[in-house]
């Protein structure tokens, strides 16, 4: 590559603005996402739904679409202009979602979802390239996990507009009014992002030999010849398996268990889920800390495992006690070290891959984390709920998330394995850029 510098080709200045527009991006994404979980009451009793109809509308119905059509517009992304593929995927998303609003059934409701799942799948791959072009590998946990507090803000922001919208506008008129901003975000994505050279913060450009990126196969076949891949993929999936059921449940939860008025649960979640922010951020950082002190990179896997770990005991604290005294400070801590993991999985994710694999590498992670968690988080808790209700009535779904929150414990010892073979698998990695460039 040339000896041009990421710094001198797009300053500081530039790149921490468009690492702001693509957070933007991502908390809009996460609204259109998020808003579903704070109506699900008022949509069960308008629509006459069970709850295995609500999980599979929050979880699999959207997850099966966003998953697997993530891994082809990846490669899309690979191949063409980035900006552009998350520019038309966020129109899409957007303008679904406030088509929900005039879902008249289960099925037309769950077909509007699945057309945001559609266009949701173009937001994190290309958004993730980028970033990673932007940004040089010794930052770029930490850049990618401020991306990532579009999830907790945007979680934030829909919790609050859903609680507040649902009590009064109704839930109809306000799918319709979290929908329509994506468009003009779109639109600012198009206008002011700039493409950068795929390889420029590692100052290796890809040579221009005529030769086609990797398909889909050879990134998946690459990616799973590395055993701390396979750790990272299932632990991120079994991770997002209880937070996505959660997140889909806790609404639901605290007005059954808890008789909390729907705005008060909203208002509730919507600093909760901000408060997250901390540890979305916090993981990214303390593993390129970490990281950077001790020059062992495993420490991005190991703080992901031992947050996993520690968060156990306060979700099963916020679900069994009564007394809210104990129940949102426990949430509280949840929200924080739920999303440490994200950061750091997708960090070394992209520094597993060469530089014509990063948009189909986070894809393919993504297809794990969302197939597993966010496909079948929110279907699980809401057929053992259904199960379970004869017998515990509306607690139904209090030991239904129970037994959700135990994946944590498995999702902790694939990290820890993850870490014992992550060196030798970036090492050879590293050692393939020369090849390339």
């Given at each position: 590559?040339?000896n041009?510098?990421?710094?001198?080709?797009?300053?500081?200045?530039?790149?921490?603005?468009?690492?702001?527009?693509?957070f933007?991006?991502?908390?809009?994404?996460?609204?259109?996402?998020s808003?579903?979980?704070?109506?699900?009451e008022p949509i069960?009793?308008?629509?006459?739904?069970?709850?295995?109809e609500?999980?599979?509308?929050?979880?699999?119905?959207?997850?099966?679409?966003?998953?697997?059509?993530?891994?082809?517009?990846?490669?899309?992304?690979?191949?063409?202009s980035?900006?552009?593929v998350?520019?038309?995927?966020?129109?899409?998303?957007?303008?679904?979602?406030a088509?929900?609003?005039?879902a008249s059934?289960f099925?037309?409701?769950?077909?509007?979802?699945?057309?945001?799942g559609?266009?949701?799948?173009g937001?994190?791959?290309?958004?993730?390239?980028?970033?990673s072009?932007?940004?040089?590998?010794?930052?770029r946990?930490?850049?990618?996990?401020?991306?990532?507090?579009?999830?907790p803000?945007?979680?934030m922001v829909?919790?609050?507009?859903?609680?507040w919208?649902a009590?009064?506008?109704?839930?109809?008129?306000?799918?319709?009014?979290?929908?329509?901003p994506?468009?003009?975000?779109?639109?600012?994505?198009?206008?002011?992002?700039?493409e950068?050279?795929?390889?420029?913060?590692e100052?290796?450009?890809?040579?221009?030999d005529?030769?086609?990126?990797?398909?889909?196969?050879?990134?998946?076949?690459?990616?799973?010849?590395?055993?701390?891949?396979?750790?990272?993929g299932?632990a991120?999936?079994l991770?997002?398996?209880?937070?996505?059921?959660?997140?889909?449940?806790?609404?639901?939860?605290?007005?059954?268990?808890?008789?909390?008025?729907i705005?008060e649960?909203?208002?509730?979640?919507?600093?909760?889920?901000?408060?997250?922010?901390?540890?979305t951020?916090?993981?990214?950082?303390?593993?390129?800390?970490?990281s950077?002190?001790?020059g062992?990179?495993?420490?991005y896997?190991?703080?992901?495992?031992?947050s996993?770990?520690?968060?156990?005991?306060?979700?099963?604290?916020?679900?069994l006690?009564?007394?809210?005294?104990?129940?949102?400070?426990?949430?509280?801590?949840?929200?924080?070290?739920?999303?440490?993991?994200?950061?750091?999985?997708f960090?070394?994710?992209?520094?597993?891959?060469?530089?014509?694999?990063?948009a189909?590498?986070?894809?393919?992670?993504?297809?794990?984390?969302?197939?597993?968690?966010?496909?079948?988080?929110?279907?699980?808790?809401?057929?053992?709920?259904?199960?379970?209700?004869?017998?515990?009535?509306?607690?139904?779904?209090?030991?239904?998330?129970?037994?959700a929150?135990?994946?944590?414990?498995?999702a902790?010892?694939?990290?820890?394995?993850?870490?014992?073979?992550?060196?030798?698998?970036?090492?050879?990695?590293?050692?393939?850029f020369?090849?390339q460039?």
């Amino acid at each position: 590559m040339s000896n041009i510098s990421t710094s001198a080709l797009f300053p500081p200045r530039y790149r921490n603005y468009a690492l702001g527009v693509l957070f933007l991006g991502y908390v809009v994404n996460f609204i259109d996402r998020s808003i579903l979980a704070i109506l699900l009451e008022p949509i069960k009793h308008d629509l006459s739904l069970s709850d295995s109809e609500l999980g599979l509308l929050g979880g699999l119905a959207f997850a099966l679409f966003y998953a697997t059509l993530g891994i082809p517009i990846a490669a899309l992304a690979d191949r063409w202009s980035r900006v552009k593929v998350l520019a038309i995927s966020m129109i899409i998303w957007s303008a679904m979602t406030a088509l929900c609003g005039m879902a008249s059934n289960f099925i037309t409701l769950l077909i509007a979802r699945i057309g945001v799942g559609v266009g949701e799948a173009g937001a994190s791959p290309p958004s993730h390239s980028l970033i990673s072009d932007y940004f040089p590998i010794e930052s770029r946990a930490t850049a990618l996990s401020i991306y990532a507090l579009g999830i907790p803000f945007g979680s934030m922001v829909g919790n609050f507009v859903g609680g507040w919208g649902a009590e009064e506008l109704g839930w109809r008129t306000t799918f319709f009014l979290v929908g329509i901003p994506g468009i003009f975000v779109a639109f600012l994505i198009l206008a002011t992002l700039k493409e950068p050279p795929r390889g420029l913060s590692e100052k290796r450009e890809i040579k221009p030999d005529g030769t086609a990126p990797p398909t889909m196969k050879d990134v998946f076949k690459f990616l799973w010849t590395k055993k701390s891949f396979r750790h990272i993929g299932f632990a991120a999936g079994l991770h997002a398996f209880v937070g996505y059921g959660a997140g889909t449940w806790n609404a639901p939860f605290l007005i059954r268990s808890h008789e909390m008025p729907i705005t008060e649960v909203g208002s509730w979640l919507a600093i909760i889920s901000g408060i997250g922010a901390i540890g979305t951020f916090a993981g990214g950082f303390l593993g390129d800390k970490f990281s950077d002190r001790t020059g062992d990179r495993r420490w991005y896997l190991w703080v992901c495992g031992l947050s996993t770990l520690i968060m156990v005991p306060f979700q099963l604290t916020a679900y069994l006690y009564d007394g809210l005294w104990a129940v949102i400070p426990s949430l509280f801590v949840v929200s924080i070290l739920g999303g440490m993991y994200l950061g750091p999985s997708f960090a070394m994710t992209q520094g597993l891959v060469t530089l014509r694999m990063r948009a189909v590498a986070s894809a393919i992670l993504l297809f794990m984390l969302n197939i597993i968690g966010m496909g079948l988080g929110p279907y699980f808790v809401g057929i053992v709920s259904d199960l379970l209700a004869p017998q515990y009535a509306i607690d139904s779904l209090r030991y239904a998330l129970c037994m959700a929150v135990l994946a944590n414990l498995w999702a902790a010892i694939h990290y820890f394995l993850g870490a014992s073979s992550l060196r030798a698998d970036l090492t050879e990695t590293e050692a393939l850029f020369t090849q390339q460039s």
